[in-house]
């Protein structure tokens, strides 16, 4: 232990009493890392666990005294390695700032501190017959501090925008320790530039969020959810096109490949297939009713079924199977959901990029090929938001390749991925952020004045460099 974490482990043990500091080996393992497996070294010096505002601040002025980096972290489901302590860092957890504050009906807001999961902030918003519409499958451990500082999106982007559409406020601990308080219920507060705005995305590098003012709606009077399969990737697209032109609302458009569905039936121990026969890919479609009466409830499903016959009648699709019951809607979904999970094992190397709507199956036209021709033997899955041009590209390593052999080949194939990404005016990040993983590709995706304009901005908020270094750029020399 250097005698600057020594000196700065005494005195966070005097500011936040027992059980606020962890230093086990198994803890610094647990707190230091997050879902992305970069194959970077995980090792922060101390874990701290404020329970309060002031505890936050205390800890933020005493690790800039002894220029002690900090790593904010929320419930570490980030697949960047934002949350990633590599040298040292003093991991500040926001788990113990856990209270639902107030959730104010007739302004439909909630407000709460940032350790709360996106899960508890949407049990709390419907407890009071509302919704907060984000969503995504890590609900039930990421926390809304990460999710606004990863501006994180998920499966309802396509109708309800991402994180940073329903932020109407927060606090944020700087790295003077001062507390920033941005905005709470306001609905119009036009007094110069929107602070709030550069810390949503900002992946924990200029300050740490401790509370958080959320809007609410209300939530849809009823939803129904197909699953359809299709022969190719413009498939796809024709079959969005398609669903846009009906005036039915789209709550949910998303993709993905036959193996994907494999993957998920073998993780979960096979529960019944979604079609009889195999397809190359599918479409998870939900769609809202205006209204929750029988009768709107069925026009809505003939309206989606007469759509889903014509596109068949087309070509466009080869099959699709409309849930009967909310159970059956959740199967479905838990088709698409449970991806992730299910690919873990796999060690998959995942790319979680954007493209121009339009875009979509030019680009997996080139991808696919391409991945076969320079990684062969490396299966590669698609899945992903496909109605917000949102792909997630898993390449999957084969039992018999090493993980650190496996790792360097997908790596050596980063430059032409992006290149295809970049050339069709597509974003290297959509959703996950940059964090350690993007890092050094972040220039197929921002200007070098863009990327000199950010670093300005972290040397005015955060000049000492404390808040998470390294992170989205390398730190400044
Ligand atoms: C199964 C699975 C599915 C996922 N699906 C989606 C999806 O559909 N869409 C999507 O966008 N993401 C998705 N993710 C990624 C991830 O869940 C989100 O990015 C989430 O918002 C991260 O929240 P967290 O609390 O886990 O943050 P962490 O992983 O702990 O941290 C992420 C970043 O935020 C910073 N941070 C955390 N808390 C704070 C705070 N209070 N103040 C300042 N900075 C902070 C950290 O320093 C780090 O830079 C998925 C992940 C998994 C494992």
Not at 198 to 214: K, R
Not at 262 to 281: I, K, L, S, T, Y
């Amino acid at each position: 232990m250097t005698p600057q974490v020594a000196e700065a482990r005494q005195r966070l043990q005097q500011a936040l009493g027992a059980g606020g500091l962890l230093e086990a080996p198994e803890d610094l393992a647990y707190y230091g890392s997050d879902r992305c497996r970069g194959g970077w070294p995980v090792a922060p010096s101390l874990v701290v666990l404020p329970r309060s505002i002031a505890e936050v601040q205390a800890v933020v002025r005493i690790c800039a005294a002894l220029g002690l980096p900090i790593v904010p972290s929320g419930g570490r489901t980030g697949l960047a390695g934002a949350a990633t302590a590599t040298s040292g860092e003093v991991i500040l957890s926001l788990e113990r700032l856990a209270r639902v504050i107030a959730v104010d009906s007739a302004a439909a807001t909630l407000r709460c501190e940032a350790g709360v999961t996106l899960q508890g902030v949407q049990e709390a918003a419907a407890d009071a017959g509302l919704m907060y519409p984000v969503d995504y499958a890590s609900k039930g451990s990421a926390q809304i501090g990460g999710s606004l500082a990863t501006n994180a999106g998920g499966v309802k982007v396509i109708r309800y925008g991402l994180t940073r559409d329903w932020v109407l406020g927060m606090k944020v601990v700087v790295a003077s320790g001062e507390l920033l308080d941005l905005g709470g219920a306001l609905v119009k507060n036009n007094t110069g530039y929107d602070l709030r705005q550069l810390f949503i995305g900002a992946e924990g590098t200029l300050g740490v969020i401790v509370e958080v003012t959320l809007r609410l709606c209300a939530p849809p009077a009823d939803t129904l959810v197909a699953f359809v399969a299709l022969p190719d990737d413009p498939a796809i697209l024709a079959l969005f096109a398609r669903l846009r032109r009906s005036r039915l609302t789209l709550s949910a458009f998303e993709c993905l490949d036959h193996g994907c569905v494999d993957r998920v039936r073998e993780h979960r121990g096979a529960a019944d297939p979604p079609f009889p026969e195999a397809h190359p890919r599918y479409v998870l479609v939900e769609v809202e009713t205006p209204l929750a009466d029988e009768a709107t409830v069925e026009a809505t499903r003939d309206r989606l079924m007469d759509v889903l016959a014509d596109a068949q009648e087309a070509g466009e699709i080869d099959d699709a199977v409309l849930a009967g019951t909310p159970a059956q809607g959740r199967a479905l979904w838990a088709l698409r959901e449970d991806i992730s999970e299910s690919l873990h094992r796999y060690t998959p190397f995942k790319a979680d990029v954007a493209l121009p709507v339009a875009e979509v199956a030019a680009f997996l036209g080139a991808f696919r090929p391409l991945v076969a021709a320079r990684l062969p033997g490396i299966p590669a899955l698609v899945f992903g938001h496909v109605g917000d041009g949102n792909l997630h590209l898993n390449l999957l390593r084969p039992p018999e390749l090493a993980l650190a052999d496996f790792l360097a080949r997908c790596h050596g194939f980063e430059d032409e991925l992006f290149a295809l990404v970049r050339d069709r005016r597509g974003s290297i990040s959509a959703e996950h952020g940059i964090g350690l993983l993007k890092r050094d590709h972040l220039h197929y995706s921002r200007s070098a004045e863009e990327i000199a304009i950010m670093r300005g901005i972290k040397a005015v908020i955060d000049p000492a460099g404390i808040f998470n270094p390294g992170k989205i750029f390398p730190p400044a020399e």
